[in-house]
């Protein structure tokens, strides 16, 4: 496993030599959406926290970035940070009332989509960060300013978050913190019973991840350099966000990037055909379709089964 | 004279118009097995959820070790050293049964190896060691009522709250969790266990604790409880005093 990891990263690594730019392009929203998957993991796979406002997320960390960009000249690669500041701190919020008040299951769906749709009607109208007509980043190609002339850059940018996400989960399996999360997913009484502060470790597995998804936002907004409310705090992208893990294994640290790998060139795929045969959305009847494939044959996503059957193999 | 390490005083709740437990009062002594019995409905659940912070008790105080524990939330209640089984048990049924052992040994000790090697040899005591890499899922209620208690007896417990852990099981796996209870009380852990195998209670308890539509009505050695009249009526009904629980 380790050593098919290490020669599947090599791969990466030099394929930007070989490979054209579409193809550079959908591996950058492959690494990019296992990014994201890999942030929710931690809340929503590990903790079994099921959040589907993470758009809220990426919109404030871009939005962030990109006003203080804009506004006052700061550098989006600080800006990254000051994004996923703030977005942990709505992280914190959410987590607070969400787990405070003992909202389990439905009603804390609930609640994530909720706070994500404040988010994306606050964003809507609110003329100082452009309104309904969003923001528009200008190109200038400065790196300083995360910009590039070069669509590698951006991919080995998204290679390393992709990696960087994917070394805190694996940090925070090993140690307790990890632990109690898997626990806490099982049965959460049992875990109080035993010790485990459930409400800490929780609200950490929320300032966490959206921590992470936060500063993903920078990317998002410096990649593609528009940003219109209803794209970057809408349900569809919190969709993308949770469907990945979910189909390669929530809770497993190789899961978000396979789901990443099965479902990112599928939706750029059946995106490109359906939409040039004028069945523009039809790509999401394909999700639909691969999900219930999933929940009912790989229910515990498609990971956890391909290692099981590389070590039948091996 | 050993000291009291459970303290119970005046404890009530009630559900709506019911009145689950009442104006109850006990002690628990260092080292001391103490047994909560009484028919179906007596409240002896909702005690032990009192007990350990799961619910919050109307009236009435809990002291745990001279603290007032009363009102405090149940990872707090474990953290001084009062751990508690489900009469239900629940397990973490995806995760290993080693796993469910170390959750409740990372409380005292944050590194996972270490509580790993505690888990481990709490797992060779109770007899589990065997399917420690299997999920807990694959257990049989016997083996998962053995790693309830593991997990509990994990987080090094002062007093152990077993709620029915001999439910359900057959002969020869009831003698092995008395057997089992027996030398965790040797160890110094005092421990109070609701139970309906009246063998078992009576051959373990150093004293008895009878509920009955939340009241007490009888305390002492199990001999004596067990003769008592109020006794008697309360499991078997007015007028049919023909037998002891025994």
Same mark, same amino acid.
């Given at each position: 496993?380790?050593?098919?990891?290490?020669?599947?990263?090599?791969?990466?690594?030099?394929?930007?030599?070989?490979?054209?730019?579409?193809?550079?392009?959908?591996?950058?929203?492959?690494?990019?959406?296992?990014?994201?998957?890999?942030? !929710?993991?931690?809340?929503?796979?590990?903790?079994?926290?099921?959040?589907?406002?993470?758009?809220?997320?990426?919109?404030?960390?871009?939005?962030?970035?990109?006003?203080?960009?804009?506004?006052?000249?700061?550098?989006? !690669?600080?800006?990254?940070?000051?994004?996923?500041?703030?977005?942990?701190?709505?992280?914190?919020?959410?987590?607070?009332?969400?787990?405070?008040?003992?909202?389990?299951?439905?009603?804390?769906?609930?609640?994530?989509?909720?706070?994500?749709?404040? /988010?994306?009607?606050?964003?809507?109208?609110?003329?100082?960060?452009?309104?309904?007509?969003?923001?528009?980043? *200008?190109?200038?190609?400065?790196?300083?300013?995360?910009?590039?002339?070069?669509?590698?850059?951006?991919?080995?940018?998204?290679?390393?978050?992709?990696?960087?996400?994917?070394?805190?989960? !694996?940090?925070?399996?090993?140690?307790?913190?990890?632990?109690?999360?898997?626990?806490?997913?099982?049965?959460?009484?049992? /875990?109080?019973?035993?010790?485990?502060? *459930?409400?800490?470790?929780?609200?950490?597995?929320?300032?966490?991840?959206?921590?992470?998804?936060?500063?993903?936002?920078?990317?998002?907004?410096?990649?593609?350099?528009?940003?219109?409310?209803?794209?970057?705090?809408?349900?569809?992208?919190?969709?993308?966000?949770?469907?990945?893990?979910?189909?390669?294994?929530?809770?497993?640290?190789?899961?978000?990037?396979?789901?990443?790998?099965?479902?990112?060139?599928?939706?750029?795929?059946?995106?490109?055909?359906?939409?040039?045969?004028? !069945?523009?959305?039809?790509?999401?009847?394909?999700?639909?379709?691969?999900?219930?494939?999933?929940?009912?044959?790989?229910?515990?996503?498609?990971?956890?089964?391909?290692?099981?059957?590389?070590?039948?193999?091996? | 004279?050993?000291?009291?390490?459970?303290?119970?005083?005046?404890?009530?709740?009630?559900?709506?118009?019911?009145?689950?437990?009442?104006?109850?009062?006990?002690?628990?002594?260092?080292?001391?097995?103490?047994?909560?019995?009484?028919?179906?409905?007596?409240?002896?659940?909702?005690?032990?959820?009192?007990?350990?912070?799961?619910?919050?008790?109307?009236?009435?105080?809990?002291?745990?070790?001279?603290?007032?524990?009363?009102?405090?939330?149940?990872?707090?209640?474990?953290?001084?050293?009062?751990?508690?089984?489900?009469?239900?048990?629940?397990?973490?049924?995806?995760?290993?049964?080693?796993?469910?052992?170390?959750?409740?040994?990372?409380?005292?000790?944050?590194?996972?190896?270490?509580?790993?090697?505690?888990?481990?040899?709490?797992?060779?005591?109770?007899?589990?060691?065997?399917?420690?890499?299997?999920?807990?899922?694959?257990?049989?209620?016997?083996?998962?009522?053995?790693?309830?208690?593991?997990?509990?007896?994990?987080?090094?417990?002062?007093?152990?709250?077993?709620?029915?852990?001999?439910?359900?099981?057959?002969?020869?796996?009831?003698?092995?969790?008395?057997?089992?209870?027996?030398?965790?009380?040797?160890?110094?852990?005092?421990?109070?266990?609701?139970?309906?195998?009246?063998?078992?209670?009576?051959?373990?308890?150093?004293?008895?604790?009878?509920?009955?539509?939340?009241?007490?009505?009888?305390?002492?050695?199990?001999?004596?409880?067990?003769?008592?009249?109020?006794?008697?009526?309360?499991?078997?009904?007015?007028?049919?005093?023909?037998?002891?629980?025994?």
């Amino acid at each position: 496993m380790r050593w098919a990891a290490l020669a599947a990263l090599g791969v990466l690594i030099a394929l930007p030599a070989v490979v054209g730019s579409y193809t550079l392009t959908v591996l950058i929203f492959v690494f990019f959406y296992a990014y994201l998957g890999q942030a !929710w993991n931690i809340v929503g796979g590990y903790a079994g926290q099921l959040s589907v406002g993470h758009a809220a997320f990426v919109g404030i960390g871009a939005y962030t970035a990109a006003m203080l960009s804009l506004g006052a000249g700061l550098t989006p !690669w600080l800006g990254m940070f000051v994004g996923g500041a703030l977005s942990a701190a709505l992280g914190a919020v959410i987590g607070y009332l969400g787990f405070r008040f003992g909202l389990r299951g439905f009603y804390f769906v609930l609640l994530t989509v909720a706070f994500a749709e404040i /988010c994306r009607i606050v964003a809507l109208n609110t003329e100082a960060i452009g309104g309904a007509q969003g923001l528009y980043i *200008t190109f200038t190609g400065n790196p300083r300013q995360f910009q590039f002339p070069d669509n590698r850059a951006y991919y080995y940018i998204a290679l390393g978050l992709m990696l960087a996400a994917t070394a805190v989960v !694996w940090t925070i399996e090993r140690k307790r913190f990890g632990i109690y999360l898997t626990a806490i997913r099982e049965d959460e009484d049992a /875990c109080q019973a035993l010790g485990v502060d *459930t409400f800490k470790y929780k609200m950490l597995a929320m300032v966490v991840s959206s921590f992470l998804t936060g500063v993903g936002g920078t990317f998002y907004a410096f990649y593609l350099f528009s940003l219109q409310p209803n794209t970057v705090f809408g349900i569809p992208l919190s969709v993308e966000i949770v469907i990945r893990p979910i189909v390669g294994g929530a809770g497993t640290l190789g899961g978000p990037i396979l789901g990443s790998f099965i479902l990112s060139p599928l939706a750029e795929l059946s995106r490109f055909y359906f939409a040039r045969g004028g !069945w523009s959305g039809a790509h999401l009847i394909v999700y639909g379709g691969l999900l219930i494939l999933v929940v009912l044959f790989l229910p515990q996503g498609a990971y956890p089964y391909l290692r099981r059957l590389l070590a039948r193999r091996a | 004279m050993a000291r009291p390490v459970l303290e119970v005083r005046g404890l009530s709740k009630h559900f709506g118009g019911l009145e689950a437990v009442k104006d109850l009062s006990f002690d628990v002594d260092e080292g001391q097995i103490v047994g909560l019995i009484g028919p179906n409905g007596a409240g002896k659940t909702t005690v032990f959820a009192m007990l350990s912070g799961f619910l919050r008790p109307d009236a009435g105080e809990v002291g745990f070790r001279g603290c007032a524990i009363t009102g405090l939330p149940p990872h707090r209640v474990n953290a001084l050293g009062l751990a508690r089984t489900f009469q239900i048990v629940r397990p973490f049924l995806h995760l290993s049964v080693l796993r469910n052992v170390t959750v409740g040994a990372l409380g005292r000790q944050p590194r996972p190896r270490e509580a790993e090697r505690q888990a481990t040899a709490i797992l060779e005591e109770v007899g589990l060691a065997t399917k420690r890499e299997q999920p807990a899922g694959s257990l049989t209620l016997a083996e998962r009522k053995r790693l309830e208690l593991a997990r509990a007896l994990a987080t090094q417990p002062v007093l152990l709250l077993l709620d029915e852990v001999m439910a359900g099981l057959g002969a020869a796996e009831t003698e092995r969790i008395v057997e089992l209870v027996r030398r965790i009380n040797r160890r110094g852990i005092a421990i109070l266990l609701i139970e309906h195998v009246m063998r078992a209670v009576m051959s373990l308890s150093e004293r008895l604790v009878v509920l009955n539509y939340g009241e007490r009505i009888a305390e002492g050695r199990p001999e004596a409880v067990a003769g008592d009249p109020r006794v008697i009526e309360a499991y078997l009904g007015e007028g049919d005093a023909g037998a002891a629980p025994a």
